[in-house]
């Protein structure tokens, strides 16, 4: 079965910072993809930033990027220039389309932006 | 485009009663999943439907239920409600086409938080 991890419950950044938060999976799949969400208070999911398997150049969003090691099966999301409205819960999530649309979502970090 | 709308967004029952959650998708999105979040058990899949028919169940009493209607909107049932099911359900679309682009992206609701008591 698919597991996601995510090693960091809690991490603090100070604004204007960067931080990395880290996701590790497990799966024998060579094809799949790799999610990042953010959930705000509001508790409205986000898409942050995704991942396919079979590209090796690390997706980048803006201020987010990924650093995307899949023999080691690592996910880590990096966030530069931290801002308020970054914090929230971070979610790490894993898809096998052979699954159909199901996803696997790792237990959350939940980042606190320091002013 | 309107996003993914969940109704109700708060529920209250109790223990033994059933309930319904109703999911209407982002125009054109033809897959809806959902998903059960708790403090302990974190994001859990319950299920997904695709062109009416449901093409995933994660692993989930048969007490949970769905369906999902021919404009896509999704509703889901759970009969003989217990306490452990006090959660926030989650509804997420995609456009899920073939092929790659990623359409797979799934789209979040709101939630409907349901409370048992």
């Known amino acids: 079965a698919q597991t996601v991890t995510q090693s960091q419950p809690e991490m603090s950044v100070q604004e204007a910072e960067t931080v990395t938060l880290s996701c590790t999976y497990d799966?024998?799949?060579?094809?799949?993809?790799l999610f990042w969400y953010k959930q705000p208070p509001s508790r409205q999911m986000i898409l942050v930033i995704r991942?396919?398997?079979?590209?090796?150049q690390n997706a980048t969003e803006n201020r987010f990027s990924v650093n995307f090691q899949k023999a080691a099966k690592s996910f880590s999301l990096k966030i530069s220039d931290s801002q308020l409205g970054d914090a929230a819960m971070y979610f790490c999530a894993y898809r096998w389309p052979n699954t159909g649309n199901q996803f696997y979502f790792g237990t959350g970090t939940s980042l606190t932006v320091i002013p | 485009k309107a996003g993914v709308t969940q109704t109700p967004r708060y529920l209250i029952k109790t223990r033994g009663q059933q309930v319904t959650l109703s999911c209407s998708p982002i125009s054109g999105h033809r897959s809806v999943s959902w998903y059960q979040q708790t403090p302990g058990q974190g994001l859990q899949f319950l299920f997904e439907y695709f062109s009416e028919t449901q093409r995933n169940k994660g692993n989930f009493p048969g007490r949970f239920s769905g369906r999902q209607f021919s404009n896509s909107r999704s509703e889901m049932n759970v009969s003989t409600l217990e306490l452990g099911d006090s959660a926030l359900y989650l509804c997420?679309?995609?456009?899920?086409?073939?092929?790659?682009?990623?359409?797979?992206?799934?789209?979040f609701g709101p939630g409907t938080r349901l409370t048992v008591l």
């Open positions: 997420a679309s995609s456009l899920a086409l073939r092929g790659r682009g990623g359409t797979d992206t799934q789209y």
């Open positions: 799966t024998s799949e060579s094809d799949y993809y």
């Open positions: 991942q396919e398997a079979y590209k090796q």
